[in-house]
């Protein structure tokens, strides 16, 4: 709201004259509900993939899926106990120091009272815990367009629950593959998407235990091409968290951040297509 008081461009995309007033921010607020509300960052995906032009580009054989965390906004203070104990200090003002030292916190017992549908998680051992949501991609591997997203609590099995989930509304042929990385190599992971008719071109785990992944699926040429390709969806987070500005989240509520997660991806196939166009022209 504060760009249209003086960015021109603003004004034209929204279609505002140079002496029209602004909009009172409040309108915003109540059209932004409308969006998510209809879902039509989804809607708005959609209709950008269901161009003509733009299905030539697309797979309907070979998809990656993968995983990451977006950091929710609120403070690691805002995470309390669900029986009311634990105020926030008295003395300090509104940003009183806060000693956790010695604490058990989990998200069994304890919530986030600024964001409560954030998750207290940690991504590998020697990292610390933040409160996050998880944000998931499906990626056709012909050209590295999303056809897909999801948004979960940040568990440690959301990301395999939302694969699943997501490769079943993809449009596909029969027995498309699907490749993941070694977070997905479970016995019952592999097994759904078997049973979806999916063939599972997941990485292969081989730390310590034996892999859901043999040489029935590592022996084909396929696969190889699906672990090479399957990498590409890492340019895509790395676009949304960095120019999509989805490092961390600036609403609340899971329901806001999955619109804003669709729309950035959305957001990126627009940027990469004029150049995909222009290669198939």
Request: aromatic residues 8%.
């Amino acid at each position: 709201m504060e760009q249209l008081e003086y960015n021109l461009l603003f004004r034209w995309f929204v279609g505002l004259s140079m002496d029209a007033p602004v909009w009172d921010p409040s309108v915003f607020a109540k059209n932004r509900e409308r969006l998510i509300d209809g879902d039509l960052a989804r809607e708005f995906m959609a209709a950008v993939l269901n161009q003509a032009q733009v299905r030539a580009l697309l797979s309907r054989e070979h998809f990656s899926v993968d995983g990451t965390l977006i950091e929710a906004w609120a403070s690691m203070k805002s995470f309390r106990p669900k029986d009311g104990s634990g105020a926030p200090p008295t003395d300090g003002g509104r940003n009183a120091e806060r000693d956790f030292h010695g604490e058990k916190r989990t998200n069994e017992t304890h919530a986030s009272t600024t964001d409560p549908d954030a998750r207290l998680y940690r991504k590998s051992a020697g990292q610390g815990a933040k409160l996050c949501h998880m944000g998931h991609l499906t990626m056709e591997n012909r050209h590295g367009l999303i056809v897909e997203t999801e948004l979960t609590p940040a568990t440690g099995w959301g990301e395999r629950a939302a694969a699943e989930a997501m490769i079943e509304d993809v449009p596909h042929g029969p027995r498309p593959t699907l490749a993941a990385d070694k977070a997905y190599d479970t016995a019952a992971f592999v097994a759904t998407l078997r049973a979806q008719g999916v063939v599972p071109h997941v990485a292969q785990n081989l730390s310590g235990r034996r892999s859901a992944i043999d040489r029935r699926t590592t022996r084909h040429g396929g696969y190889t091409l699906s672990q090479r390709a399957r990498k590409r969806i890492e340019e895509a987070f790395g676009w949304i968290k960095t120019i999509g500005g989805l490092r961390k989240t600036r609403h609340r509520g899971r329901d806001k951040v999955r619109w804003a997660f669709t729309l950035t991806a959305a957001a990126y196939n627009l940027i990469r297509l004029p150049k995909l166009l222009g290669d198939v022209r």
